[in-house]
């Protein structure tokens, strides 16, 4: 809606920003109320800063799942901010980027809904074509993973913890772990199955195929709590549910 170029800040300063990036495999738009654009003694973009009501829109035709870009096969995805901070390298690539203030991100893709949320998110862009290679979730972070409706067997899984850092795989086109930095938590519920709940110190899941969990690894004060089957008859001694 309106530019502003103050050359002797080395600053552009714009209100109502729409940024918009499209490729072969991925069309992205992200939108804020305000935005500045820092420029180094080349006038080369150093830096980009984004404020007030952060949108982010990605949508993509190429394999992959979650990342920063949303690539993935009929992935959608949308992230939701307060603040966006953003670093580039001499090439005007993005290297790092770091949001503030109420961060979700929820993504659709072909193996079903993944969500995140927390106060506080960093991302290390550095993986292959400026893919995301690493993301941390900081000061009260969830994952959720909910598989598609027509999946009736699989489970949604949901990992929370102060603090949760996910990897992508070599190609940067999938996930490939998320784990827990602080004490954290995996609750694992539908399906047709009994309610799990696992604590532990630290919590490593490794991922398959389309950002499928395939594997998760505790240690330290490792707890499970779970729900009777659906199929139990109700205990006459008052015992709860199965604990180790």
Do not use: C
Not at 40 to 68: C, P, T, W
Not at 112 to 133: F, I, V
Not at 188 to 209: K, S
Request: net charge positive.
């Amino acid at each position: 809606a309106e530019l502003r170029y103050m050359q002797k800040e080395r600053q552009i300063q714009f209100l109502k920003p729409v940024m918009i990036r499209k490729d072969a495999n991925v069309s992205q738009t992200i939108t804020g109320d305000h935005g500045t654009l820092y420029l180094d003694d080349k006038q080369q973009v150093q830096s980009v800063l984004l404020e007030d009501n952060i949108h982010g829109v990605a949508d993509s035709i190429s394999r992959g799942a979650l990342r920063l870009d949303g690539a993935g096969k009929g992935r959608h995805s949308e992230v939701w901010a307060k603040r966006m901070d953003m670093g580039l390298d001499e090439k005007q690539h993005v290297r790092f980027v770091v949001a503030v203030g109420d961060v979700r991100l929820d993504s659709h893709g072909p193996s079903g809904r993944s969500q995140a949320q927390a106060p506080r998110l960093e991302m290390d862009m550095n993986g292959p074509n400026n893919t995301l290679k690493q993301a941390r979730w900081k000061e009260g972070a969830k994952l959720t993973f909910t598989p598609l409706p027509t999946a009736t067997k699989a489970q949604t899984r949901i990992i929370t913890a102060e603090q949760i850092e996910m990897n992508m795989k070599e190609d940067g086109k999938e996930l490939s772990s998320a784990r827990t930095l602080t004490p954290g938590r995996v609750e694992m519920t539908g399906g047709g199955e009994p309610r799990r709940v696992l604590t532990a110190r630290q919590i490593d899941a490794r991922f398959g195929e389309r950002d499928v969990m395939r594997e998760v690894h505790a240690q330290g004060q490792v707890r499970t709590d779970s729900d009777p089957p659906a199929t139990a008859k109700p205990s006459a001694t008052g015992v709860p549910p199965a604990q180790r």
